[in-house]
């Protein structure tokens, strides 16, 4: 069955570094990926979009890379801020719905 | 633009009985999601909705059933609450039909708790 994986864990920063978080999948040929944010009490909010045959996506401080050979997307911040702090989900992207990872914590510390 | 609106925001329901949850969207998107996040297990597809006058099951359908009353809006209903639906759930809308956006728009969310 398709499988998505994050870091379960929280990822703890210092300010002004880069943040990497990294999606992996396995049992899957997404057409895209996507990256979302999600606050607490609040719905996900749209970060970026990678198509299959790309292999690298920029956004301001933002940057997300997909191996489809790997089955790995990285999505990057840099010069991290505390206003960064939030869980970052990522989405498989196939006909016509998403799937989500379970998101990964990210916690930046001034 | 209100973009995608839920309600209510809470419910509290006891086992057995019913309700719906409502949503809208005023950006003339296509598609139409509902997704329950529970800690531990992330968003979750329960229906969806490619067009108006269409649904399809997601991930995890049972014991509840959706209407797509119009472009606008897709309601969500619960027929006999358990407490296995206790959870947070979101409606979300995308603009799909000719592939050109894939992104998806997310309401608040409506928390409910099922006892």
């Known amino acids: 069955s398709q499988k998505i994986e994050q870091n379960s864990e929280a990822l703890n920063i210092q300010e002004g570094k880069t943040a990497t978080l990294t999606c992996n999948y396995t049992?899957?040929?997404?057409?895209?990926l996507q990256w979302y944010r999600q606050d607490p009490g609040r719905g996900p909010v749209f970060l970026l979009l990678?198509?299959?045959?790309?292999k690298e996506k920029r956004k301001e401080r933002l940057k997300v890379t997909f191996d489809t050979t790997l089955k790995q997307s990285l999505f990057h911040i840099t010069a991290s801020q505390p206003a960064d702090s939030a869980t970052y989900l990522c989405?498989?992207?196939?006909?016509?719905?998403?799937?989500f990872g379970i998101g990964t914590k990210l916690q930046v510390i001034p | 633009n209100a973009g995608v609106t839920q309600t209510p925001k809470f419910q509290v329901l006891k086992t057995g009985q019913s309700m719906t949850l409502q949503c809208a969207q005023d950006?003339?998107?296509?598609?139409m999601y509902w997704y329950r996040q529970d800690p531990g297990m992330g968003l979750r597809l329960i229906y969806y909705?490619?067009?108006?006058?269409?649904?399809d099951k997601g991930e995890v359908p049972n014991g509840y059933n959706v209407s797509r009353l119009n472009k606008r809006e897709f309601s969500l209903r619960l027929e006999s609450a358990a407490p296995s639906q206790t959870s947070v759930y979101f409606c979300?809308?995308?603009?799909?039909?000719?592939?050109?956006?894939?992104?998806?728009?997310f309401g608040p969310g409506t928390r409910l708790t099922v006892t």
């Open positions: 979300a809308s995308s603009e799909s039909e000719d592939r050109s956006s894939y992104e998806q728009y």
């Open positions: 049992n899957y040929s997404p057409a895209y």
């Open positions: 990678i198509r299959e045959n790309e």
């Open positions: 989405a498989l992207g196939g006909y016509q719905k998403v799937t």
């Open positions: 950006m003339n998107h296509n598609s």
């Open positions: 909705s490619a067009s108006e006058g269409t649904t």
